[in-house]
């Protein structure tokens, strides 16, 4: 019996093929892990501002309200426990940023690198939320 001259022809199509469907879906997952881990994030920083509007303003307290706001923002916890592990990998207390001024509270993310599965994506000042002060406002 003869082979047709087409015969491997299905296989290297397909390899081809495959090839491409690969590279797809992993572009796919890295975009939708750096979206929803940018959502955590958001959701992270926003939670440390509320925090940190709520809080009543004075000299004493400051430093132990930024210090709670870094870990709520990184553990999402205020008083975290040892071994928590961080809402984002890769991300630590020294990277949050709080601004407390007179009338609102802002909360940012500084020199932060999202580890992607194929690429880094530098997130320098974002997400960044601000809440007006509302200390001593009923809750």
Do not use: H
């Not at 992993?26 to 929803?36: D, K, P, T, W």
């Not at 975290?80 to 001024?101: A, H, I, W």
């Amino acid at each position: 019996m003869r082979r047709r001259p087409e015969t491997g022809s299905a296989l290297i199509e397909f390899a081809g093929s495959l090839i491409l469907l690969a590279v797809m879906f992993a572009g796919i997952f890295e975009i939708g892990y750096s979206f929803y881990t940018y959502g955590e994030l958001v959701y992270a920083v926003r939670a440390g501002a509320r925090y940190a509007s709520l809080q009543p303003r004075g000299t004493g307290a400051d430093q132990n309200v930024a210090t709670a706001v870094r870990n709520l923002v990184v553990y999402g916890d205020p008083a975290p426990v040892d071994r928590t592990k961080p809402v984002v990998p890769g991300l630590t207390t020294d990277r949050v940023e709080l601004v407390n001024g007179p009338d609102a509270s802002t909360v940012s993310l500084r020199g932060f690198e999202l580890d992607a599965l194929f690429m880094k994506v530098k997130l320098d000042g974002r997400p960044t939320v601000t809440f007006p002060v509302m200390a001593g406002v009923a809750q």
